[in-house]
């Protein structure tokens, strides 16, 4: 099937239209605008965007990269979770490399093991839901409800003006799953071998990639 790349000028009328609005109202235009080629691409820091999603359309298919670096606590919380909710979850699962790739290629490892399998979970589909929020980090403050990215695919962030407290009170709200390494302190996990605990004040994110330039994995760049 071709799939017909959206217009630019709707894109935008649809990101103003759709900023402010209520999260489920956007899922439920994303829903109905592109399922069934639509996904949720999930890390599983929380699961804030798969319940609110999951009670729009309950099988949406839901995409975890399995890189094979994660912490083993982010694997059973994608177990927990696939199983609390049902879940539609489609695993892309990185092949075994000779080397550890993040350690003898990290300018190339996230592009390798996170990217590309994105790109390949994305394939043949028109647009995907991200979780990503405003308040995270000022590489994504001027992140839009609705966008395209790089490969022409409508990205949809329903949750991009929720701020850390919104977060927090939507799950203790509606009783969540909670990723084990939060309890520890950590406030934004990836792979195991480039997070560790917060290093900046206010930065949630300052414990990925420490002590190198890199702020993000390439996935909210395309």
Aim: proline share 7%.
């Amino acid at each position: 099937m071709t799939l017909i790349r959206p217009d630019l000028d709707d894109i935008a009328r649809t990101a103003v239209a759709l900023d402010g609005a209520p999260a489920a109202e956007i899922i439920a235009w994303a829903v109905q605008s592109f399922s069934p080629h639509l996904s949720l691409a999930a890390s599983m820091n929380d699961v804030v965007l798969i319940d609110l999603a999951v009670r729009v359309d309950p099988a949406i298919e839901v995409v975890f990269i399995d890189t094979g670096y994660h912490f083993p606590e982010t694997l059973d919380m994608v177990d927990s979770v696939r199983r609390h909710y049902g879940l539609n979850l489609r695993m892309m699962t990185v092949a075994p490399h000779n080397e550890e790739l993040w350690r003898v290629d990290p300018e190339n490892c996230c592009s390798a093991v996170k990217v590309g399998q994105l790109d390949r979970a994305l394939a043949g589909k028109e647009a995907w839901l991200s979780g990503l929020r405003r308040s995270e980090a000022a590489s994504r403050a001027a992140a839009p409800v609705v966008g395209l990215d790089i490969r022409g695919l409508v990205k949809v962030n329903p949750i991009a003006n929720w701020t850390d407290a919104q977060v927090a009170d939507y799950i203790v709200e509606h009783d969540l799953p909670v990723h084990p390494l939060t309890h520890q302190g950590y406030t934004s996990i990836g792979c195991a071998p480039c997070t560790q605990l917060p290093t900046g004040p206010g930065d949630p994110r300052s414990g990925r990639w420490a002590g190198q330039a890199r702020t993000e994995c390439g996935l909210h760049d395309r």
